[in-house]
């Protein structure tokens, strides 16, 4: 079975820096997909950026990248000018590509001090 | 709707109460997950429901628990005789397709309070 692990269950960051939040998976698979969710205060899960396993380029959404790292089973996200908005529970998920299960790690907490 | 629509937002209800909670998926979209938050813990899947297909339902923690979906659209999930540990945010997603990148979108979850 998939498994996700977010080892900082809570991070701090001074606005307009740059965090990076940490997330490592097992599988035996080739064929998945990884995801990192944002849960602001208002419990609705927002999609952050999505990462393809067989793609070797890192995704970036603005602000917000990952550094997938295929062979250590890797998936951080890095989130540059840290904005007080940014403050939410983040959630790294994984997908199998012949799956449809969401499996998500407990979660990192994220705290913007201004 | 625009979004995932659940309700109610929020319930408070006595142990050993039954309790409904419903989920409006977006529409078109076949494939629909509930999951649970429980406090401190990631999300745990409860069910999965993808056109008229049978649901997988490995997730569910009990027979206490059942969801099922009408029409392909509406999702209602169940919970017969509510204990204390069934305390929880739960949350209902869904998505155009059920496999590869695509984003499932999520609810804002009931929080139930089993008092």
């Known amino acids: 079975a998939q498994t996700v692990t977010q080892s900082q269950p809570e991070m701090s960051v001074q606005e307009a820096e740059t965090v990076t939040l940490s997330c490592t998976y097992d599988?035996?698979?080739?064929?998945?997909?990884l995801f990192w969710y944002k849960q602001p205060p208002s419990r609705q899960m927002i999609l952050v950026i999505r990462?393809?396993?067989?793609?070797?380029q890192n995704a970036t959404e603005n602000r917000f990248s990952v550094n997938f790292q295929k062979a250590a089973k890797s998936f951080s996200l890095k989130i540059s000018d840290s904005q007080l908005g940014d403050a939410a529970m983040y959630f790294c998920?994984?997908?199998?590509?012949?799956?449809?299960?969401?499996?998500f790690g407990k979660g990192t907490l994220l705290t913007v001090n201004p | 709707g625009a979004g995932v629509s659940q309700s109610p937002s929020n319930k408070v209800t006595e142990k050993g109460k039954d309790v409904e909670l419903r989920c409006d998926p977006i529409?078109?979209?076949?494939?629909l997950y509930w999951y649970r938050q429980s406090l401190g813990q990631g999300l745990e899947f409860l069910i999965y429901f993808q056109g008229n297909s049978a649901p997988d339902k490995s997730g569910l923690p009990s027979d206490r628990f059942s969801a099922e979906r009408t029409g392909g659209s509406v999702s209602t999930l169940t919970i017969q005789r509510t204990q204390q540990e069934d305390s929880a945010v739960y949350l209902c997603?869904?998505?155009?397709?059920?496999?590869?990148?695509?984003?499932?979108?999520f609810g804002q979850g009931t929080r139930l309070t089993v008092v």
């Open positions: 997603a869904s998505s155009l397709r059920p496999s590869g990148p695509t984003e499932a979108f």
């Open positions: 529409s078109g979209h076949t494939a």
């Open positions: 990462q393809e396993a067989y793609k070797q």
């Open positions: 998920a994984y997908r199998s590509g012949s799956n449809y299960k969401l499996t």
């Open positions: 599988t035996s698979e080739s064929d998945y997909y």
